[in-house]
């Protein structure tokens, strides 16, 4: 089982566009002033 990852990437929008239209997850909260995103799988 997978507890956490940090990926650090260039377009935190781009990005999160593709982990959820690509890959099927959810935003589970931003921080950071929006630099920070958390996903989840369920």
């Not at 089982?1 to 982990?19: C, K, N, P, T, W």
């Not at 959820?20 to 369920?42: A, C, D, H, Q």
Request: hydrophobic share 40%; proline share 0%; charged share 30%.
């Amino acid at each position: 089982m997978l507890g956490h990852i940090v990926i650090r990437v260039r377009d935190a929008q781009r990005s999160e566009d593709f982990y959820v239209n690509v890959l099927g997850l959810e935003v589970r909260n931003r921080v950071r002033e929006g630099k920070m995103r958390f996903f989840t799988s369920n």
